[in-house]
């Protein structure tokens, strides 16, 4: 067995592989060759956490994933020295069933889902935006802005977190980071962050929108990766209700995704409407940007293929550039 550490997971999986690789993954699930049931959630109650299963099989183009990740959140961690989210991706052998590879999951889960937004970039986006407007400062803003720097050619840069501290060291570490341009603005409110954008990233852990719709100019693309649970809320419902709705997963997304799940309880919004699974573009069954003027939506709430696929792509990576520690198992 190979084990990666997070830094080692960040070696083997440069952002391009992992755009690509989720593009397959999509692919596989709406191609009806993946396997990956909702995730299982396992409350702990003596310490307030909450441990999530997400086992997947894909079978693409590239080849074959086997994976399950642990991903544990425990809101008491961080006062013990301890990061919040906890996360580990143990991968099989798809033809054996044998165990080859442990990689440490919340750097990887990162990436991933950074990727995941530059793969609906690349699919979406006009392809001369320009400026990018990130919502949150934390590790998934980071991810999704260097991802959309691949996706795209990003010329200007606005980060609006509700904590201008945060921002600013956003900011600070972010500015010239690969292709993502030397300037960063922190952006003093919503408004300023998203009125010139051509892509909106918001990953944040809200229950009310980030943004007012008014302010969003035709023609802007959305990724948003925060929304993962009913209660949580990022996009207006009036956005969702103009916007090309596009989904990773659509049995995930009406199960977990609060920007549509709360529209659709209002009654503001049918789930008929959603145009496509990303994968379905990626096949080309499903059309994406139409117009200049449309506005495309990307709602992604993390599926288990994603983890599959991108450990699959960093254990593959990693064999080739020798790092890692092997172990007998």
Known sequence: MLILNAEEVRQALPMDEAVAAMKDAYASLSNGTAVAPLRTRLPIPNS?????????????????ALAVKAVSLFPNNPAKGLAYIQAAVLVFDPQTGRAIGLLEGSSLTAIRTGAAGGA?????????????????????????????????????????????????????????????????????????????????????????????????????????????????????????????????????SLEEAGDLIQPIRAGLYDEARIHAELGEIVLGRKSGRESDDEITYFKSVGIAVQDAVAAQTALRNALKMNIGRKVDF
């Open 120 to 252: 609906a970039i690349d699919l979406l986006a006009r392809p001369d935006s320009k400026v990018v407007a990130i919502f949150g400062a934390g590790t998934q803003g980071r991810t999704q802005l260097e991802a959309a720097a691949i996706a795209r050619h990003i010329e200007s840069v606005f980060i609006f977190d509700s904590d201008l501290q945060k921002a600013a060291v956003f900011a600070q570490e972010m500015a010239g980071r690969g292709r993502v341009p030397k300037k960063i603005q922190v952006a003093a409110s919503s408004k300023e962050a998203i009125e010139n954008a051509d892509i909106i990233c918001t990953a944040t852990t809200s229950t009310k929108p980030v943004f007012d719709d008014k302010d969003l100019k035709a023609g802007t693309h959305i990724s948003a990766v925060g929304s993962y649970t009913p209660e949580m809320q990022e996009v207006p419902a009036g956005t969702i209700q103009r916007a090309k709705v596009v989904v990773d997963s659509r049995s995930a």
């Open 48 to 64: 307030d956490a909450l441990s999530l299963f997400m086992p997947a099989y894909a079978k693409s183009v590239t080849g074959e």
